[in-house]
Structures are given as structure tokens and as C-alpha cells.
């Protein structure tokens, strides 16, 4: 392993076209890319995001990157600039989690879930994240802060909530209609603590 940057280390992928071609990110949303295996790093830009904030690329297209503050932003220069294409739709409070299916990248989910908050908000997109549907009173059980959504590999339909915190079976809740309707699928589960 080798140290390449300061700062807490959060989303970071490959360029699934290139495996020279990294993209890394900081707190707060500061983005950067390096195109030689990380020996050095273009620092992109600094979105004002979540703790974690949301980086990641299109299943299809490495040119179209994505990130959320409480905004939804899509680059298609691979990073070198960002735009806004739905504009303050986290109402809750800043996105701090962002998943698009690898199915059909049309479809897209979010959680705008302050650390400390029990009331998130998770929000639906069929048109590739400029439009969203609220859904999350669709979603049973006891509101938790959401550490992850994510979208099912291989059905477009299909996503799932991780919900954080002890609250007993109340974990994991699976859709398979974009969120209409939920399932809890969190089975037995465990409350613990790491340290």
C-alpha cells in the first residue's frame, strides 16, 4: 500500500475503462482524480457535501460522474466539471448516500440522513436523477439514521435501505417496485457496537 493524500479517505472507485484512472474523495465532498494509479492527484473540486458524501461513476459511461450535497450534481467530463441537474431535493438534510442502478441507470435512490436525525428522507429517480419521488413514507418500521442505499445488481426494479442504530429487526428493507412498497428483510440480525 501506498499513502497517497491526507484527509479521511471516503468514496473512491476506478475508472472501469482504464484501470490507471482513480478517483478519490475527502470530508465534505473534496473530489480529486489521478490518472497514474494515485501518484499524483488533480484535486477537482469541493462540493460543500455530507460527512461522506456521494462520488461515484455511471455503470456505462466514464465520462458521467455523480456526487450530492443537497442537491443531486452530474459531471460528463469525467470530474473536470460538475452541474447541477435537480436542485435542493434533500430536504432532511444533506444526501449521504446515492446509489444508481448498474440494470438500468435510469433508475436512482438517495437518503438525506443527518447523523443524529431520525427522520431521513429517501427519494426515488426514474429519469436519471433530475426528477424524485419522496417514498420515504412508504418505508415501515422505526426511522433510523441510513448509512446505505443500494440498487440490486441485477434487477432495475430492486433496492435496498440499510438503516443504522439498536432497534431490534429493523434494520434491512428491500423494494421491488422503486419504493412503492417495502419489505423488511433484516431477519435476526444483531444490535451491536464496533469500537
Known amino acids: 500500500w501506498n499513502f497517497t493524500t491526507t484527509g479521511d479517505g471516503m468514496e473512491c472507485f476506478f475508472d472501469h475503462t482504464n484501470p490507471t484512472t482513480i478517483y478519490l474523495s475527502t470530508q465534505n465532498g473534496n473530489f480529486g482524480k ?16 455530507n460527512w461522506t458524501t456521494p462520488f461515484f461513476m455511471h455503470p456505462t459511461n466514464n465520462q458521467w460522474i455523480y456526487a450530492a450535497n443537497n442537491s443531486v450534481l452530474r459531471s460528463t467530463n469525467a470530474g473536470s466539471s ?16 446515492m446509489a444508481q442502478s448498474p440494470v438500468n441507470p435510469n433508475n436512482m435512490i438517495f437518503a438525506g ?11 426515488v429517480s426514474t429519469d436519471g436523477g433530475f426528477t424524485w419521488t419522496d417514498v420515504t413514507s412508504n418505508i415501515g418500521g422505526t426511522q ?8 440490486d445488481p441485477q ?17 434491512i428493507l428491500k423494494t421491488t417496485n422503486l419504493g412503492t412498497t417495502w419489505t423488511n428483510i433484516s431477519g435476526n440480525l444483531p444490535d451491536i457496537l464496533l469500537r
Open 155 to 171: 434487477n432495475a426494479n430492486t433496492m435496498y435501505v440499510v438503516r443504522s442504530g439498536f432497534s431490534a429487526g429493523n434494520k
Open 34 to 49: 489521478s490518472t497514474d494509479i494515485g501518484n499524483t492527484i488533480n484535486w477537482l473540486t469541493n462540493i460543500n457535501g
Open 82 to 97: 460538475f452541474s447541477v441537474i435537480a436542485s435542493n431535493v434533500s430536504t432532511a438534510d444533506l444526501i449521504n448516500t
Open 113 to 123: 440522513s443527518g447523523l443524529y436525525t431520525s427522520s431521513p428522507q429517501v427519494k
Open 144 to 151: 433510523r439514521y441510513i448509512s446505505r442505499v443500494v440498487c
